[in-house]
């Protein structure tokens, strides 16, 4: 099989990304131009060719996906794999006997992603790892270890079981040795079991025991980890070993008390999530998944649910390392293999997480919420994890009232939005059952405005009640906060999200829930919660102060703080002092003039800290700042804003910046606009001309003419229908021809040529074409060669020759590409503010982003390697 036509990329990818919109396109996918609408870019396949070295034959080799959107089959040269449907989860074959040993082996996937799986966008594509694996034929199976600590007074007594799994023969006796580590390095415990190696293609369970004492807890504050080796010891020979990151801690719902970690109470100050990002779409670089729990953390939240299927790994990884509790959730109810076998992957995967706190067993499913199906149903997905892993909670997002079925018997109660039914009486009804808001708020907000544009599809940013159903972000965590028996609420969304763009439609792109847009940046929602979800002070004013032509309005001017009074100042003139209500927010009515709007905080009466809004002059200036984010070194994400020539921010910028980078490349852009319909990334197009009407003609000599002569028309026939392939004339004549409209003058056009004989000379339009040296098949069309419009290609070849009856010969001429190189990378800034991620290429070197647009002096930014 031929591709060299195709586009080279790397993985993740997302193909739904890279896609234009389209008012045809689902709502739910945020209107791109993929999915059922659109069946010529819904089906993707990838190859990939790799070498597996010849010392590595008698090792089980395995290729290890860690999610496809969606429904994908799999090759390894030639033979089918399988088929994995959902989008969400990992999957694995095993490819051992199907390798060509010290030579090379071609993967490919077909992917369709025709049809959706959620209500919100889910990317199309390779958009998570794969992995290929090597092990011995005795080891630890893939995610074959469980680790469960129980904390004592000054020690913690820790079970590590481990599954091992023989696919040889091997019979006899096995070591399998347990060993932890702190974080530093040091062994802190360590124990070893002795047994018999499981049978062929079977699995035994080995269960060690041992103390580490002094043990770090893992928390949200202090996210101390350990590493657990495992290792598989025969003969006195380490034949495999595992490792497992874990941490210590404890977790336990009281229906009285809430949540309490280590055991204390400690409020949830949650969001819910999707798994998109601006620029990328699905396809998260590792480093970008610790730049958004990054973002939540300095919000002050420390719990995050996944909405609405189970995470990438990586995010995972993050929350463990920076502090982060997570709800870990499946995406459908049901009690057949299809769903048990999901929730038995999702917790054996994800079970030594010290983040991962509860499994979520469903979410609104409304027509069996209350009722004795879903009763029924929860029965079972509520005990089956705990057959897996005892030592979690279980959880339903429950939305259709709060008063039978699911909600009377699940573990752990989650209210969706507490406009849909009476939590109280809920709990008056059911006193000995936790629950917690796993779904709240739902509030319109786009950020940088504050006067509502229906024309436009803006919402204000001010924190109001959306709907009458729904309450704002301050009256649901008022709510939850209050009530000492619930143990926190997770607000719907942290993030905003490519599609459900409600209250809007088109040409509403991303939703409007976010308390930050879908680049991160915070929309002012986040200073209340940061006022009353952290513990430093905050003080935050709301709107800016660019308001030319509003002169003498009145304005709302609102101030979210955690100090006990603010006062605020027009012009150093003071607009009265005013104490700040726990839990609330403060407001003035100022009649608009430019120049410096100050709200001065006071703590005890004394003055803690002060924050300012400034009319600010015309942009003059492009500033670059890449946002520091732990544990990343595959990415660096730059904000991109405009300053006036006092170095002040513009809040209501809209210019367009261009990008270019120097020792890298970009892998998105974004602006938090929900209305923007402009490129998120800015790749190669492709397009592939099949060669048609492909006829022939038998020439008497096998000379390779180096000139096209003129050949009888009525000798032409159809191309390889009469031949004798064991005794061919000397040589063939073959015409064909391609068409070409309104390329592009930077385009590329390469005919990719497959062997029709083993010698050949081609021309197109009588000109004879030239191969690259580096492909004697490959041939780069120079402009002279072709014309718009139908072109034609002429092959004189000698023949392939058929040994046997059932020899195949190619009578595939070959594909013309047409390749149309990237645009040049460029957003406008929304309200001040773009975003580009940028990733290094490894060589070591400096990498250089540059941002420049017409009238403004450029920017560049020097990123050091790591």
Sequence with gaps: FDDRAWRLLDLPHDWAVEQSFSEKGSPSHGFKASGKGFPERSIGWYRKKITVPQSDLGKIISLQFDGVYRNCKVWFNGHFLGTWESGYMGFQYDVSAYVNYGIENTIAVRVDASMEEGWYYEGAGIYRHVHLLKTDPLHVAQNGTSITSDIKNDFADITAQATIENKGHYTGNIEIMQTAYDAAGKVVASATEKGNAPGFYKSALFTSAFRISNPKLWHVDTPNLYRMVTQVRQEGRIVDSYETTFG????????????????????LKGTNNHQDHAGVGTALPDGLQYFRIQKLKEMGSNAYRCSHHPPTPELLEACDRLGMLVIDETRLMGINDYHLETVRQMIERDRNHPSVFCWSVGNEEWKIEGNITGERITHIMQDFPKSIDPTRPVTVGISSGFRSGISSMVEVMGYNYMGNGDIDAHRKQFPQQPGMGTEEGSTFATRGIYFDDEAKHYKSAYDRKPRPSFYSIEEGWKFYAERPYLAGMFIWTGFDYRGEPTPYGWPSVTSYFGMMDVCGFPKDNVYYLKSWWGDKPVLHILPHWNWQGMEGKEIDVWVHSNCDEVELFLNKKSLGKKKMEKLGHLEWKVKYQPGTLEAVGYKDGRKQLSEVRKTTGVPANIRLTQNKIPHANDVAVFTVEVTDKNSLHVPTANNEVSFS????????????????????????????????????QALATAELLQQLPSYPENNWKPAFEIRDYKNPKPAYVYRGSFEIKDFPENAVVTFFYQKIGPDAVVFINGKKATPTKEDAQKYVLSADLLKNGNNTLHIIATPLRKVNDWDAANTDPGMIQVLTPAGQWRRKLFNGYAQVIVQPDGSGNDMQLTATTVGLKSATSVIPPK
């Design 661 to 696: 980078v120097k020792g890298g490349k970009i892998l998105g852009v974004g602006n938090g606009d929900p209305t923007s319909l402009e490129k998120d990334r800015f790749v190669e197009d492709i397009s592939l001309i099949k060669i048609t009407g492909l006829q022939e």
């Design 248 to 267: 210590i801690r404890s977790i336990r719902f009281d229906a009285e008390e809430g949540f309490l970690l280590n055991g204390k109470p400690l409020k």
